[in-house]
């Protein structure tokens, strides 16, 4: 069963830059899929942040591209986000997912992490 | 303002139908067959209900269904139960740049 548990703080100061890592267990990054992050801002609605595929090729989210680096670590079987200059705009649930097998199929998400809530305050 | 258009809410009684709408363009839900339904239930993760507009996962009863016309992709929920009281999103592959669109949600209630 493949499991996903996204890890980081939880409180960042403006201006910051927002670190967070997924650790995958029960299936191998190397082997495929895509890999990305999702974040939900409180009560209001998703927005797909980025994504990564096993090779390191990245895509992210037009609105997003300036401030976000999404890195993976096969070794570690884990990849992380970066969101760099946050504002409280940037207060949400995030979340790291197992998306699709190929670049078309990155919209089907079966596997999610819990979420780690992000607070930007100082 | 989301990518894809949703109503922010729909109803239905135990037992009824209910049809819930995600309106992209030719660039997302028209252009590809890559659309994807979630439901979330408050404090949880979504969970994914229909991907590739029509296909359903294993474990996900076949009351649910997907469907599209055009740039409009559709999420119906037969024989409605009190656990199907949530949030649906619907999610969209948007081409290369783009990539992936998410619509505002949807809030469905059980009456």
């Known amino acids: 069963q493949v499991q996903l548990q996204e890890s980081g703080p939880g409180l960042v100061k403006p201006s910051e830059t927002l670190s967070l890592t997924c650790a995958v267990s029960?299936?191998?990054?190397?082997?495929?899929?895509?890999w990305g992050w999702i974040r939900q801002p409180p009560g209001k609605g998703l927005e797909w942040i980025g994504s990564?595929?096993?090779?390191?090729?990245?895509y992210y989210n037009p609105s997003l591209k300036s401030r976000v680096t999404i890195s993976v670590d096969t070794s570690k079987n884990q990849f992380s986000l970066k969101l760099s200059s946050v504002t409280a705009a940037d207060t949400a649930v995030y979340y790291c997912?197992?998306?699709?097998?190929?670049?078309?199929?990155?919209?089907?998400?079966?596997?999610w992490g819990q979420g780690t809530l992000v607070t930007v305050s100082s | 303002q989301s990518a894809l258009t949703q109503p922010r809410s729909v109803s239905g009684s135990p037992g009824q139908s209910v049809t819930i709408s995600c309106t992209g363009t030719s660039s997302d839900v028209g252009g590809y067959n890559y659309v994807s339904w979630y439901q979330q239930h408050p404090g949880k993760a979504p969970k994914l209900m229909i991907y590739d507009v029509s296909k359903r996962p294993s474990g996900v009863p076949d009351r649910f269904s997907g469907s599209k016309s055009g740039n409009t992709a559709s999420l119906t929920i037969s024989g409605l139960q009190a656990e199907d009281e949530a949030d649906y999103y619907c999610c969209s592959y948007a081409g290369s740049y783009t990539s992936v669109v998410f619509g505002g949600g949807t809030k469905l209630t059980v009456l």
């Open positions: 997912a197992r998306q699709g097998t190929f670049e078309l199929g990155m919209a089907t998400i079966k596997y």
């Open positions: 029960g299936y191998s990054i190397s082997s495929g899929y895509y």
């Open positions: 990564i595929y096993h090779s390191g090729s990245t």
